[in-house]
């Protein structure tokens, strides 16, 4: 695998169900973002974390909760979401924060 | 309110012709600005960028103009190929932040043979 990489790349869940999103970066990046594009609106940016540390939390529900357990990982844990959640998710990663921003595929989640 | 505006949510080009892309933004406090491309089931890719102390950044069939006077720059594509049919996403870093992209709707380019 290169570049970056975000399973599964469709989710389809309920309103009580709990689930995680996934990505992996194979670059040797230090640096990663979670972004949320809504239809027909801008990409948003969620969290940033550089080593392993976050460092952005942009007034972001608390239904969702991002985890970073290494340099390459980062996860995205969904519960209880709304509807209006239902978005396309975009993992990106840096060499460090600043750098340009690698994107992955993005998982398209429905909330039903 | 939205900071960085994609006004045409698509566009349609000639092959071989010049393609035009314009973004508006209403923060003064930006510092770098950038374009992006993206394909169907594919993230967005890096395609060109530019200081906020230049006006003009070339890249081979790409280049960025910017009016900071306007608040407005553009992506122009000439010549125009099938290959270019993306999104393009307009973003801007705002001062003071490295890693922030404010990013607008983009615009749908379609290129026809």
């Known amino acids: 695998e290169t570049g970056v990489t975000q399973t599964p790349r469709h989710l389809v869940m309920g309103m009580t169900n709990k689930k995680s999103l996934k990505c992996e970066q194979h670059l040797g990046h230090n640096a990663m973002y979670w972004y949320k594009q809504s239809a027909k609106k801008p990409l948003e940016l969620m969290f940033v974390?550089?080593?392993?540390?976050?460092?952005e939390n942009n007034s972001v529900p608390s239904r969702f909760s991002p985890e970073c357990p290494n340099s390459s990982h980062l996860f995205l844990h969904l519960h209880t979401l709304q509807p209006e959640d239902s978005a396309l998710y975009l993992c990106?990663?840096?060499?460090?924060?600043?750098?340009?921003?690698?994107f992955g595929p993005g998982t398209r989640l429905t909330v039903l | 309110d939205q900071q960085v505006k994609q006004n045409s949510p698509s566009l349609s080009v000639q092959e071989g012709r010049i393609s035009i892309l314009n973004c508006d933004y209403t923060n003064s406090m930006f510092d770098y600005f950038l374009w992006y491309k993206k394909y169907p089931a594919e993230g967005p890719t890096f395609l060109i960028s530019?200081?906020?102390?230049?006006d003009k950044n070339e890249d081979g069939r790409f280049t960025v103009f910017l009016n900071k006077s306007a608040k407005h720059l553009s992506l122009h594509i000439v010549p125009s190929q099938p290959g270019d049919s993306a999104v393009y996403f307009c973003a801007a870093i705002p001062r003071g932040s490295s890693y922030k992209l404010i990013f607008g709707s983009g615009t749908r380019l379609l290129v026809r043979p």
């Open positions: 990106a990663s840096s060499q460090v924060l600043g750098n340009e921003q690698f």
């Open positions: 974390y550089s080593l392993e540390e976050r460092v």
């Open positions: 530019i200081s906020s102390i230049k």
